[in-house]
């Protein structure tokens, strides 16, 4: 057979060397110095350990040594693999990356694959490990979330003493209800960017904000966000998010490999749908606890649709109001700022990118969601 060429590398050596390797009639393979004919080594062709075929990758030619010999030429090394190490398996892998069809196919069943574990796997498998991890692991992690909080987006609450304890009067039967869960509700004045909110912690802490009770025309309708928040912390939504979140950029770092890589927003825009996926399908899924708890209370559900309507009559708001830089937005009045979004929506101003910060939102579509709050069928809590 014709020699094989290549680069030579000796056991524990990063010295690279051109080399043949060549084999006698009697089936002894030698690795001789290219144009010196100085023999490197030395080994009966049966005991060769090579790489697989795949494509034109180089392949890997290694001796009991520890000697590596390093060769393009992969005819060649399928010829001598042919006559000193018959195997009817060998090569399979070349075989089939070379079959178009079967790339097709693979291609395809391995897209299919991760879909479903992203849409359904992760979710399913997330919402088991959320609820396995003991109460000391929510603890702490409600600690920092709500210390950071604290220092970045929140400040001590400006209510009364009287309105926080007329407020937690009216909420004391939502917490009763679910004896279960360790719910507590506290309340912060929240900075321009947060606003009218609520939030809930991992460990049943829920925060109302400032501004969601000046923002509530009943108490009603805030004892309705409480049902909501319930149901976030019922299905462990936060850590859920927090679990797939890390198991999906983890993932897509594997695949484009340097992590400095997701700093391109094209890179990171796959990342960020799906967890936008995931926030939006808890919205509902408190949403929906919510409405059990409401239809057995008796409360009307349209006290949440009328409060959720103003949050996000205030976030136009803040988002329209955040857009002209003349504006002092932090030294508004409540009264003053509702005139000026008035006079704004009046004019025909909307948000920039409303579109695109609707869908890229955690929470879905208002309206429809709205629409399919008041829908859904009279239900028990899972």
Request: with cysteine.
């Amino acid at each position: 057979m014709q020699p094989i060429a290549g680069s030579w590398f000796m056991a524990g050596q990063a010295r690279r060397e051109a080399a043949e390797l060549t084999v006698d009639p009697s089936g002894l393979a030698r690795i001789v110095a290219q144009g010196e004919g100085r023999e490197l080594a030395r080994e009966n062709a049966a005991e060769l350990d090579v790489s697989s075929r795949l494509g034109q990758t180089p392949r890997f030619v290694r001796l009991p040594c520890g000697g590596v010999l390093e060769t393009g030429d992969n005819d060649a090394v399928d010829a001598l693999l042919h006559q000193w190490q018959p195997s009817r398996f060998r090569g399979w892998i070349h075989r089939l990356e070379s079959h178009l069809p079967f790339v097709v196919v693979t291609a395809v069943l391995v897209l299919v694959l991760a879909w479903a574990s992203i849409v359904h796997g992760l979710p399913a498998a997330s919402e088991r490990m959320a609820h396995a991890l003991p109460a000391e692991t929510l603890n702490t992690i409600s600690r920092e979330t709500l210390a950071l909080m604290d220092k970045l987006y929140l400040e001590p609450s400006e209510l009364s003493e009287e309105k926080q304890a007329e407020l937690q009067s009216d909420f004391a039967p939502v917490l009763a209800a679910y004896p279960q869960l360790p719910l507590k509700v506290i309340f912060r004045k929240s900075w321009e960017r947060l606003g009218a909110n609520a939030f809930a912690l991992p460990d049943g802490t829920m925060i109302f904000t400032d501004q969601i009770v000046t923002l509530a025309e009943r108490n009603e309708e805030l004892v309705a966000v409480l049902a909501h928040e319930v149901g976030h912390i019922h299905h462990r939504h936060s850590l859920r998010a927090m679990i797939q979140n890390s198991v999906i950029g983890i993932a897509y770092l594997m695949v484009v490999g340097d992590a400095s890589a997701v700093g391109d927003l094209l890179v990171g825009l796959p990342v960020v749908a799906a967890t936008l996926f995931y926030s939006r399908d808890h919205e509902m899924e408190a949403d929906r606890f919510a409405v059990a708890y409401l239809d057995r209370q008796g409360i009307k559900r349209q006290a949440f649709v009328n409060i959720l309507q103003r949050m996000d009559e205030s976030a136009r708001c803040r988002e329209l109001l955040s857009e002209d830089d003349d504006i002092p937005v932090d030294e508004l009045s409540e009264s003053e700022r509702v005139k000026l979004c008035d006079e704004f929506l009046a004019e025909g101003n909307e948000p920039k990118d409303s579109t695109l910060s609707n869908y890229l939102s955690t929470h879905p579509a208002m309206q429809e969601r709205l629409e399919r709050f008041v829908e859904y069928p009279r239900m028990g809590v899972r």
